[in-house]
């Protein structure tokens, strides 16, 4: 069985790639997807539709074509791993998270216990709840089994 996994939230970190090669080296067909994680790319996305002087309209524009890849992925990913880091607040990957809910689609939240409060909506609807990647690729590996049948 393959898998189309959505990776979500903080970008200044290596726990994407620590999930992609965990996912490898236990040999599981999965297709991963990630948001924008180019922060300049991210900002600037909006920018070919016209030039703003305003840096709240470059944001709103930029923000909807980028929802364009975001939703697109998240539709059409099994699962999405949704991660909080300590720097900054994600507040991207909060929206993600519910709208992973509000389509009923399955998905991992990955944080620090000091995390847990503020995020417990959040948890309160995630599949699981994981503080380090190997427990992310762990979880994977248990749903990709061929000895589950």
């Not at 200044?12 to 948001?35: E, M, P, V, Y």
Request: aromatic share 10%.
């Amino acid at each position: 069985m393959a898998f189309r996994v959505y990776l979500s939230g903080e970008i200044h970190t290596d726990w994407r790639k620590q999930i992609i090669d965990g996912c490898k080296a236990a040999n599981l067909d999965i297709q991963f997807s990630s948001a924008v994680t180019n922060h300049a790319a991210s900002d600037a996305a909006g920018d070919c539709l016209s030039e703003e002087s305003n840096g709240f309209w470059r944001d709103h524009k930029s923000a909807k074509v980028n929802a364009i890849r975001t939703k697109t992925l998240i539709e059409k990913s099994d699962v999405a791993i949704i991660r909080f880091g300590e720097q900054y607040k994600q507040w991207n990957a909060a929206f993600d998270a519910g709208y992973c809910a509000a389509l009923g689609k399955p998905y991992i939240t990955l944080h620090d216990e000091a995390l847990i409060h503020p995020l417990k909506e959040v948890d309160g609807s995630a599949q699981a709840w994981a503080t380090k990647p190997e427990q992310v690729v762990e979880v994977l590996t248990y749903l990709l089994s061929d000895q589950l049948n």
